[in-house]
């Protein structure tokens, strides 16, 4: 790009680093890695419920837990299922959609050369435990509606 491309009045934009390039290409290839490889268990038929135990919770309450149906969410968001993603797990979906974004504008940093330097007073600004209780709020929020679900579909009605 020329320098008067990535000249702007806002001071949004400049030219990538090395470093920073090498960097956004490894963060967007590992997360497209990811969920390439979930999609491509699941065509091979992969049984993911060897990984896990059967839930504890949902065994001794009845009731979900706040992690039922984040893997079914994300194998759904895998195979670009996203209405599926979003009603088996409504914070692991939004979760993914972050990551797929965040793919994407690191594509768009390591070919397009291009640095946003709205990251820069992210990174400055937001702290690790604000971060961590955004998460929780999320995971929380989707627990909620998987209880309400749940509570829903015993109820007669």
């Keep these: 790009m020329q320098a008067r491309q990535l000249a702007n009045g806002l001071g949004s ?13 490894l963060v967007s ?7 390439g490889v979930l999609w491509g268990l699941q065509k091979l ?32 968001f895998a195979r670009g299922q ?6 088996a797990q409504p914070a692991s979906a939004l979760v993914c ?3 797929a974004v965040a ?28 971060l961590l209780v955004v998460l929780l709020i999320i995971f929380m929020a989707g627990w909620a509606v998987t209880l309400a679900r749940a509570f829903a579909a015993q109820t007669p009605g």
């Design 45 to 76: 038929h992969f049984d993911f419920g060897l990984l896990f135990n059967p839930c504890g919770f949902k065994q001794r309450t009845g009731w979900p837990c706040p992690a039922c149906g984040m893997t079914t969410s994300v194998l759904a």
């Design 13 to 25: 934009v400049r030219r990538a680093s090395s470093r920073e390039r090498k960097t956004a290409a």
């Design 29 to 35: 290839l590992s997360i497209v890695s990811l969920f």
């Design 97 to 99: 959609s972050l990551l």
């Design 82 to 87: 996203l209405v599926a993603s979003f009603y």
């Design 103 to 130: 793919a994407f504008l690191a594509l768009l940093v390591a070919a397009g050369g291009v640095y946003f330097t709205v990251f820069d007073r992210l990174l400055r600004e937001v702290k690790v435990g604000h």
